[in-house]
């Protein structure tokens, strides 16, 4: 694939949504009790899928029925800062939003650190959240729904897509979807986080679209008939359960895949070769070994993940 990939969809103009609650924050209360249900786009800012949904919903006047609902474009300045020429560029302005959720009782010093103290409170709020986020590589849609019993029931619940990845985050940082609530076992907070494809596929907004509105109706704020009718799309005959068990990282940069390997890829045999990493040969652990993610068909920084290994249970 190249560096720059074709860009299936128009970006919408979010800067109609910058007055709300907070800056691109929008709340809206329906008076009834109920959940507080948040979904958030934009968490990486090149990843627009989602804010094309949050948009749309936002431009429809979507009210909730009982509790509250929040919406949030995260990373607004890092959309902001596209350029189609390195599209890759606007993921971030200063680091990752979505590693900083585990210091942020330190001072704020990036533009990501000071975004994120604008939306924890809301984050602190939110009984229920959905994370809209896309793929760099051109992968099959997958649901993070975290290392606990309770974000794989929620996914499952949701019924799409087909792959439910139960992962502990990243070494770099805690990700919102960890966050707080979301991440006790015994909290009912629930947290999710759809992977919808590939950042400007169409496929990518569809796949958003369509899980947005399952959460939302599952979460009982709203109705189906509320949501517009072509956002939800067939059922998968099965949903699978893959438990992340390695992350593995090219040391220097040097990884070389053995083949071009597609999104949750399942190798049947221990010992299989993925490739090499300076080298050294890169195998499958175990038998039916699942590649989560496989960002091994490009050049990699050292120390980025090449893929993640999971085993199906
Ligand atoms: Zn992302």
Not at 219 to 248: C, F, K, N, Y
Request: net charge negative; proline share 8%; with cysteine.
């Amino acid at each position: 694939m190249t560096d720059t990939p074709p860009i299936e969809y128009a970006f919408p103009d979010l800067r109609r949504w910058e007055k709300g609650a907070a800056p691109y924050i929008h709340v809206l209360e329906s008076g009834k009790p109920g959940p507080t249900v948040m979904v958030t786009a934009l968490t990486h800012g090149n990843e627009v899928s989602g804010a094309v949904a949050v948009d749309a919903l936002l431009a429809a006047g979507l009210r909730p029925r009982q509790g509250t609902l929040i919406f949030s474009f995260n990373n607004i300045d890092a959309y902001h800062s596209f350029d189609p020429k390195t599209p890759f560029k606007s993921r971030m302005v200063d680091e990752d939003f979505n590693r900083v959720w585990g210091r942020l009782d330190q001072p704020a010093t990036t533009v990501e650190t000071r975004r994120a103290e604008i939306v924890r409170p809301f984050v602190e709020r939110a009984d229920l959240l959905l994370d809209l986020h896309s793929m760099h590589d051109d992968c099959v849609p997958l649901m993070l729904a975290g290392p606990l019993d309770k974000g794989t029931a929620f996914a499952k619940k949701i019924g799409t897509p087909i792959d439910i990845i139960r992962d502990a985050g990243h070494a770099a940082g805690m990700r919102m979807r960890d966050y707080g609530g979301f991440g006790e076992p015994a909290s009912p907070k629930n947290a999710l986080l759809i992977e919808t494809g590939q950042h400007w596929r169409a496929s990518s907004v569809t796949v958003a679209k369509d899980v947005t509105a399952r959460f939302l109706v599952e979460t009982g704020v709203v109705e189906a008939a509320d949501l517009p009718a072509d956002w939800r799309q067939p059922s998968p005959p099965t949903q699978r359960v893959v438990e992340v068990t390695h992350a593995i990282a090219t040391q220097r940069g040097n990884f070389v895949a053995a083949r071009r390997f597609e999104g949750q890829e399942v190798i049947a045999k221990a010992g299989t070769v993925l490739g090499h990493d300076d080298d050294e040969a890169v195998t499958t652990p175990y038998d039916n070994c699942v590649l989560v993610m496989p960002s091994s068909n490009r050049p990699l920084r050292p120390g980025v993940t090449v893929v993640r290994l999971g085993r199906l249970i």
